[in-house]
């Protein structure tokens, strides 16, 4: 048997790899976490499929589950919304399945802020403005970031960042972006990205956490930060340009 790791998309039910639904259709086990993964995809499980929504489980039940499917001699769809290789917990589940001898792979999926960006309409690396994401989080009730990644620290670069699982503590981003963006440094928070309900707010430092908190956003959201959410005045890339030598 084979535990799959399925990045299960940022909450539209078609936004996921062909090879992630097919791994979906032929495992008699799925592991969810509901409150994240759509309803909609637990439809291409086969019939008679067991269906664990591990939403309010531990680590160590969802292992439990893992590996009694692997002492049955069944495939597992591990389902995580966006991508499994940002911020899934996926790491700690691999280590333990490792230490168990219990085979597993990873089929990527769209990240939340792939999905954001598509919503916003926007290039995230744009030539002459922006060419370097930081992907990061704050801490608030999760694991501690490590020494030297706060926001102070990540800001020095004015690169364009996504914070995940920080929309709760807004102000305080804002404040702490400031000092390296500006106050008028353009911001987009977007909740719910691809999904019916998806919410988008546009603006700037200064602004940003009055409209989140006007819209009621406490969670399922990204922020951008940078400049290249506004620009208009670039260079054309180099890679479609005429006098790229393309022998």
């Known amino acids: 048997m084979t535990v799959r790791f399925i990045g299960a998309g940022p909450g539209a039910a078609d936004l996921i790899t062909v090879r992630g639904q097919r791994a979906i259709a032929s495992s008699p086990v799925c592991l969810y976490a509901g409150s994240l993964v759509p309803a909609e995809l637990l439809e291409s499980c086969p019939p008679g499929a067991r269906l664990v929504d591990t939403a309010r489980m531990a680590l160590e039940e969802i292992l439990a589950e893992l590996l009694a499917a692997h002492e049955a001699g069944h495939d597992v769809a591990r389902l995580h919304s966006g991508d499994p290789s940002v911020f899934s917990a996926m790491a700690e589940q691999m280590r333990r399945l490792d230490a168990a001898g219990v085979p597993y792979e990873v089929i990527p999926g769209v990240p939340a802020f792939a999905a954001a960006?598509?919503?916003?309409?926007?290039?995230?690396?744009?030539?002459?403005?922006?060419?370097?994401?930081?992907?990061?989080?704050?801490?608030?009730?999760?694991?501690?970031?490590?020494?030297?990644?706060?926001?102070?620290?990540?800001?020095?670069?004015?690169?364009?960042?996504?914070?995940?699982?920080?929309?709760?503590?807004?102000?305080?981003?804002?404040?702490?972006?400031?000092?390296n963006y500006g106050a008028d440094c353009p911001v987009a928070v977007v909740a719910r990205a691809s999904r019916d309900d998806e919410v988008i707010l546009r603006g700037t430092l200064a602004d940003i956490a009055g409209q989140v908190r006007a819209a009621g956003i406490l969670r399922t959201a990204v922020i951008v930060v940078g400049r290249v959410l506004t620009a208009s005045e670039f260079p054309d890339s180099h890679l479609y340009s005429a006098a790229r030598c393309r022998d």
């Open 117 to 179: 960006a598509a919503s916003l309409k926007r290039e995230l690396t744009v030539p002459g403005v922006g060419q370097t994401i930081v992907l990061t989080r704050t801490s608030v009730r999760a694991t501690p970031m490590p020494d030297g990644e706060d926001l102070d620290t990540l800001g020095r670069s004015r690169a364009t960042m996504v914070l995940h699982l920080a929309v709760q503590r807004v102000e305080a981003v804002a404040e702490e972006l400031v000092a």
